[in-house]
């Protein structure tokens, strides 16, 4: 074997390596609860449940399939639609984690309460600058009431062949 077929063989090795195992990379669910699955299809069994927010060490990547490994050493695969490479935002309150994004600085307990059962004084000044009406007000705290039970999600997803159900 000559130079260039031994240089091209090890160049062939390091680009499998580096696509086969993503070594040491990190993923979050991103997802309220996600499977961890034992093959790469919605019908293989369920091996363990994750929580939002839970570490994952990527073992392999294959299409819209990531084989992972908890920290308790549980290994299996996961729908890519169901991890980010940032952890999410914790909290007990959705709206209040979303005030956080938005407004880039730390949203207090009396801000997130106030803003799940209506608009604080700083929005309400803000609604009533730019003519947003009480409607409109009353209609977002409406949608924002709504919560969808995760059994639902799933349902939904599997009827129409949605995400990890897509074929």
């Not at 801000?111 to 803000?126: F, V, W």
């Not at 969808?148 to 599997?158: P, R, S, V």
């Amino acid at each position: 074997m000559n130079h260039r077929h031994a240089f091209l063989a090890v160049l062939v090795f390091m680009v499998t390596a580096m696509t086969d195992a993503a070594f040491g990379e990190t993923l979050y669910v991103s997802a309220k609860s996600a499977q961890l699955r034992s093959g790469k299809t919605s019908l293989d069994p369920v091996v363990a449940n994750l929580k939002i927010g839970e570490a994952l060490e990527v073992v392999k990547r294959d299409d819209r399939w990531v084989q992972v490994k908890t920290a308790k050493g549980v290994a299996g695969w996961i729908y890519s639609g169901n991890v980010s490479e940032s952890k999410p935002a914790g909290g007990d309150n959705e709206l209040a984690a979303l005030g956080k994004g938005f407004r880039r600085t730390e949203a207090s307990g009396v801000t997130a309460s106030a803003g799940a059962r209506g608009l604080d004084k700083a929005s309400e000044s803000y609604a009533n600058r730019v003519g947003i009406t009480q409607q409109h007000r009353d209609a977002v705290d409406r949608m924002t009431a709504n919560k969808i039970a995760e059994d639902d999600i799933q349902t939904f997803l599997k009827a129409g062949r949605l995400g990890e159900y897509a074929e």
